[in-house]
């Protein structure tokens, strides 16, 4: 689940950096100056936006995808140890 939020991330984080170049392309010619007067703030709050944005979407997916997982696996845990309806060598797995 992190490598797909960390991938999801990535993309999004390329995206908002790809349209500030293109909204930015006025500061061309402050290129050298930017940098490096203020290379080292943009890399800091560059960082802190990836960070951010990664939690935001991990939390996003915890709760979209890992929806009463727990109450889903205890019905699966109690299935398993009836033997009823899950295949009999499922069950014989969990008494081993």
């Known amino acids: 689940m992190?490598?797909?939020v960390f991938f999801a991330t990535t993309v999004i984080f390329l995206a908002i950096g790809f349209f500030l170049l293109e909204e930015c392309k006025f500061l061309i010619p402050y290129r050298a100056l930017l940098v490096?007067?203020?290379?080292r703030v943009i890399a800091i709050y560059a960082?802190?936006?990836f960070f951010n944005l990664f939690a935001v979407i991990y939390l996003f997916v915890r709760k979209l995808l890992l929806?009463?997982?727990?109450?889903k696996l205890a019905y699966v845990e109690k299935q398993l140890r009836s033997?009823?309806?899950i295949s009999e060598e499922l069950s014989r797995r969990l008494t081993e």
């Open 2 to 4: 992190i490598t797909n």
């Open 36 to 39: 490096a007067r203020y290379g």
């Open 47 to 49: 960082a802190a936006l």
């Open 67 to 71: 929806k009463e997982t727990g109450r």
């Open 83 to 85: 033997g009823d309806s």
